[in-house]
């Protein structure tokens, strides 16, 4: 992981290796690059990230273990927030948006107080599908109608 530049950033009193530009898209262009086996979730991440600057990619390692695991960040409401990028839906107007989710539980592993932080996910206002203005079945706090249906953001 030597060839991916990144910086720190505390996030929830943990500690994030934020990646810089340049190593997006190192990774967008060889994903093998993150030495794990999730080389196209990487490869699309990255691509997402490049496009919206609101977000980054970063590693964190859980419970000292020597493997990294990787979180997207969304920065708003001066702070940055673990989210979990999903594709939704919309029930009235069936637009597929790109949106994210900071209620999944398992992205708060690793904060300094995991409750406090999965409560306050709860707390984020939720955004409507941006074509009707309709809520989702789930929780998101940012969407977009998706350009293509390519690529991958994980479940």
Same mark, same amino acid.
């Given at each position: 992981?030597? %060839? ?9 009193? &943990? ?5 810089? %530009? ?8 060889? +994903? $093998?690059? @993150?030495?794990?086996?999730?080389? #196209? *979730? /990487?490869? =699309? ?5 490049? #496009?919206?600057?609101? !977000?980054?990619?970063? *590693? ?5 273990? +020597?493997?990294?695991? =990787? /979180? ?7 702070? =940055? /927030?673990?989210?979990? =990028? ?27 107080? /995991?409750?406090?932080?999965? &409560?306050? #996910? *709860?707390?984020?206002? @939720?955004? +409507?599908?941006?074509?009707?203005? #309709?809520? !989702?079945?789930?929780?998101?706090? *940012? @969407? &977009?109608?998706?350009? $293509?249906?390519?690529?991958? +953001?994980?479940?």
């Amino acid at each position: 992981m030597s %060839e991916l530049a990144s910086h720190e950033l505390l996030v929830d009193g &943990e500690r994030m290796h934020v990646l810089d %530009e340049a190593s997006l898209g190192m990774l967008v262009q060889d +994903p $093998s690059l @993150a030495r794990g086996p999730l080389d #196209s *979730w /990487i490869q =699309w991440t990255a691509q997402q990230v490049l #496009s919206h600057r609101e !977000f980054c990619l970063a *590693w964190h390692t859980l419970g000292g273990r +020597p493997t990294r695991s =990787w /979180i997207v960040l969304l920065h708003m409401y001066d702070r =940055w /927030i673990r989210i979990h =990028w999903e594709h939704l839906v919309c029930p009235r107007c069936q637009i597929r948006a790109l949106a994210a989710n900071p209620t999944v539980p398992d992205l708060h592993v690793g904060a300094s107080d /995991i409750q406090a932080t999965r &409560e306050e #996910s *709860w707390s984020w206002p @939720a955004v +409507p599908c941006p074509s009707c203005g #309709s809520a !989702f079945d789930r929780r998101a706090i *940012w @969407a &977009e109608v998706e350009a $293509s249906a390519s690529g991958t +953001p994980g479940s």
